[in-house]
């Protein structure tokens, strides 16, 4: 392999950070003379091997099956020492792209969740309220035990459905 040129790599990356038995994993990915790279790291240490996969979408004579490549030979270590200055931002964003996804997922779950206790608040709203309809007509004449009663079941079914 030719000597590594880092004027030739393109859409540097950090994805697939994740936390690891309390370390952080991620991988760092580029593209290079348009094969795909990537080299896992824990714990802020390589694990010694750089995949290389061929470009997307490649076929015929520009598809290759992936390889695993030794970072111990001279165009790894080139790699690694480009890659140095750069990994705690790249790991910064890895982390940060992580902790979206996971925020974001969160608050999907959380709006589910109240669309959940709404749905499962509506037949007690419902019932609530045609007692309500029910006492309407006659609501000069009902009884201070009987307003304490309905409004128990009101503040109820809307603590149920979480309004």
Same mark, same amino acid.
């Given at each position: 392999?030719?000597?590594?040129?880092?004027?030739?790599?393109?859409?540097?990356?950090?994805?697939?950070?994740?936390?690891?038995?309390?370390?952080?994993?991620?991988?760092?990915?580029?593209?290079?003379?348009?094969?795909?790279?990537?080299?896992?790291?824990?714990?802020?240490?390589?694990?010694?091997?750089?995949?290389?996969?061929?470009p997307l979408?490649?076929?015929?004579?520009?598809?290759?099956?992936? *390889?695993?490549?030794?970072?111990?030979?001279?165009?790894? !270590?080139?790699?690694? /020492?480009? %890659?140095? #200055?750069?990994?705690? &931002? =790249?790991?910064?964003?890895?982390?940060?792209?992580?902790?979206?996804?996971?925020?974001?997922?969160?608050?999907?779950?959380?709006?589910?969740?109240?669309?959940?206790?709404? *749905?499962?608040?509506?037949p007690t709203?419902?019932?609530? !309220?045609?007692?309500? /309809?029910? %006492?309407? #007509?006659?609501?000069? &004449? =009902?009884?201070?035990?009987?307003?304490?009663?309905?409004?128990?079941?009101?503040?109820?079914?809307?603590?149920?459905?979480?309004?």
């Amino acid at each position: 392999m030719s000597a590594f040129k880092p004027a030739l790599v393109t859409n540097l990356h950090c994805d697939n950070w994740q936390a690891y038995h309390g370390y952080p994993k991620f991988s760092i990915g580029f593209t290079y003379q348009g094969a795909r790279y990537h080299i896992w790291f824990r714990d802020g240490r390589d694990e010694e091997v750089m995949y290389k996969n061929p470009p997307l979408g490649a076929t015929g004579a520009d598809h290759f099956q992936p *390889r695993k490549l030794e970072l111990s030979k001279s165009f790894g !270590l080139a790699v690694l /020492a480009w %890659l140095e #200055p750069q990994m705690a &931002r =790249l790991e910064a964003e890895g982390k940060a792209l992580h902790e979206a996804e996971i925020a974001k997922a969160h608050a999907k779950q959380l709006e589910a969740n109240k669309e959940a206790r709404v *749905r499962d608040a509506a037949p007690t709203m419902f019932a609530v !309220l045609k007692d309500v /309809a029910a %006492l309407l #007509p006659c609501s000069g &004449r =009902l009884h201070p035990q009987d307003l304490m009663s309905l409004q128990t079941r009101v503040v109820a079914a809307l603590a149920l459905a979480g309004a």
